[in-house]
């Protein structure tokens, strides 16, 4: 399109575009720039604070929609080169472009303002805790795979802003085991001519590949997510990924016949191996199979754990809660120090991983209620010394904050990856609860996901 031709195609939208010099003050919590234009806030991607660029706005019926950057004016000395060859289309990282140690900084203050802003805290925050090499840690990718409008078999990654797949060859943040694996099984695929979903049909047979690797030992899970239960290929498809790729301990379909978003469904079949993987933390270890929650960045879980822990004091005498306990991983390295856990979690297969794991690493003081943990904590109303809470990103509810200040426990440690229901929970808290600390842990390096261990104390209110 020609300009004359864009601006008519404007007109005819009754939009009007419009470009300006701006300064970035600051980041917002998705990593964009901040910058204000006639009295607006507005969000531009890949600009940096103090960086000065031209930004154009579009204006629809007056009313600013978006804006874009033009050109870079200035460089700020915090900007890299990001290393990752897809990182301007991508939906995956957005602090690439930031250097290691100012993605720190900026995530100590990001959870510095949301405290503030969402629930009028203001306590410092400690130095976020960082990883000495951040790339390669997540144990565990999904991909979608599709046909490109060539009848090419591709996979990758979500465009930014988008529900377009770009073909990846290789992803910077993704263990290292995981890729030859996959292109295994996209070579399976060529030559069983098993086909890749299309979504605007609903048909096509293999929808999503999981990987999930165990850091500490030689064990890798493989998940085909499929549209239906039998399919004609299926044993010399599966033969020829494990003659390729023999270091694949377990291979699992999972059956999503479902028009839908959400990647599992919710029958399994275990096609290879024991149907799970083990890993290690802390010195214990961990059965995970394929529907349970398990942290993405192994070496930092460990760091997030021992500050848990550390803050929480356990002495011998204690009695611990691990509310949204997923495979028990925090209540069982709390179990060594106190009288006893509980562990509350509603995901059934995680439960029984978690049950496996206790007896597997001997721990007898322990036990595992498959609930919701705000019925839990409503219709049981046992009293606790130490409380673990950790949340999905969608945090806690009301009525179990409110439960938990009635059993009162000494400690309540909550740990969270959402910074903003983080801030609403704690509110409910304040009035018996004190802050000790707040401690950000990066366990997303390269984006601007943050989690956070805030450590709380009852008040001694006599
Ligand atoms: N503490 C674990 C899991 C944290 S993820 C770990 O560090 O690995 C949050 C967990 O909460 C998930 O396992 C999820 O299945 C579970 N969950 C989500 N909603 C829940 C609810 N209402 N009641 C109990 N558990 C819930």
Redesign the pocket.
Known sequence: MNLNQTRLKLRQNNMTKRTTKQRAFALDDNGRGIVRINEKTVFVDDLLTDEEAEITTTYKYGKLKYATLEKRLTTSPDRVEPKCQYYNSCGGCNLMHLSYSKQLEYKQQKVQNLLHKFAHIDVEVNPTLGMENPYNFRNKIQVPVRLDSNGKIITGFFKKNSHEIIEIDGCLIENKRARPLLNAVKRSMEVFNVLPYDEINHDGILRHIIIRTSLHYDQVMLVLVTTKKDFSKKQGFVGKILEECPQITTIIQNINSEKTNVILGKTEKILHGPGYIKDSILGKDFLISSL????TNPSQ?EK??SVALDEANISKSDTVL??????????ICASTKAQNVTC????SS?VDDAKNNARMNNIKNINFIK??????IINNKVSFDVV?L???R?G??PD?LNALKEISPKKIIY?S?NPVTLSRDLTFLLDKYEIKSVTPVDMFPQSSHVETVVSLELKNLS
Not at 322 to 331: C, F, N, R, V, W
Not at 371 to 376: A, F, V
Request: glycine share 8%; hydrophobic share 30%.
């Open positions: 349970s929650f398990y942290q879980t997030l754990y691990d509310a949204y306990s997923g495979i028990g991983t925090i209540g509350v979690e509603v995901v995680a609930d919701d943990c705000t019925n839990y673990f950790d949340p999905p969608k806690s509810t179990f740990i990856c």
